[in-house]
């Protein structure tokens, strides 16, 4: 970088105009979070069969949200998940990590949209009453997916209830079909730092 170059850029970092004199402050909350999962394997032969048949299972753990003054926020955590089919139940730590928008609102009660990506690490799956493998389904250990989703942010004391609704497009291969399916849930938030 040239010494002209290096300069505007110091002096784009360092000159504010008035309205650009406060700087962004950010906070960050962390909670519980736990929902209902509905959903199901996608696929031909899946679909032939009549195996992806709507599975109802839950989702539970710890989420992590760092939220900017201008309304954007970065939503990451750990979870357990049920994912599979009616016949084909599986079990996933998965840790999504999400990015979204609050829009503007006078109190503490904020609609948001977000989206991201997950990767999930499976810990079980049964094909009826036998595992996968014995079953002779061929599937994979690790998965990963595209998360999409929206909700609201209630104020609860000095704390926040967020409810959401997260759609989930697994990439993994379950013998020939693919998880799909929608959380929703509900998360209590504990803030740190500046409060809403």
């Known amino acids: 970088m040239t010494f002209l170059g290096s300069f505007m850029l110091l002096a784009s970092l360092t000159v504010q105009t008035p309205s650009d004199s406060t700087p962004a402050i950010g906070h960050d909350r962390s909670g519980l979070y736990i929902g209902p999962f509905v959903g199901g394997?996608?696929?031909?032969l899946h679909d032939e069969y009549g195996t992806s048949d709507a599975r109802t299972d839950f989702s539970a753990g710890l989420q992590f949200e760092h939220i900017s003054q201008n309304g954007k926020f970065l939503r990451f955590g750990a979870f357990y998940a049920g994912r599979g089919s009616k016949n084909t139940q599986e079990q996933f730590v998965e840790f999504p990590v999400m990015y979204g928008y609050r829009l503007p609102d006078e109190g503490r009660t904020r609609v948001f949209f977000m989206g991201g990506a997950?990767?999930?690490?499976?810990?079980s799956c049964q094909e009826g009453s036998f595992n996968c493998n014995a079953a002779g389904l061929e599937s994979e250990d690790f998965d990963w997916g595209i998360v999409l989703g929206?909700?609201?942010?209630?104020?609860?004391?000095?704390?926040?209830?967020?409810?959401?609704l997260r759609y989930?497009?697994?990439?993994?291969?379950?013998?020939d079909g693919k998880n799909r399916?929608?959380?929703?849930?509900?998360?209590?938030?504990?803030?740190?730092?500046?409060?809403?």
């Not at 989930?168 to 013998?175: A, K, S, W």
């Not at 399916?181 to 809403?196: D, F, N, R, S």
């Open 181 to 196: 399916g929608v959380t929703i849930g509900v998360a209590y938030m504990l803030p740190h730092g500046q409060k809403e």
């Open 41 to 44: 394997v996608i696929g031909e």
């Open 150 to 164: 929206g909700g609201v942010s209630l104020p609860a004391g000095k704390s926040n209830l967020v409810l959401d």
């Open 168 to 175: 989930l497009e697994g990439m993994h291969e379950v013998g």
């Open 118 to 123: 997950q990767v999930g690490l499976r810990t």
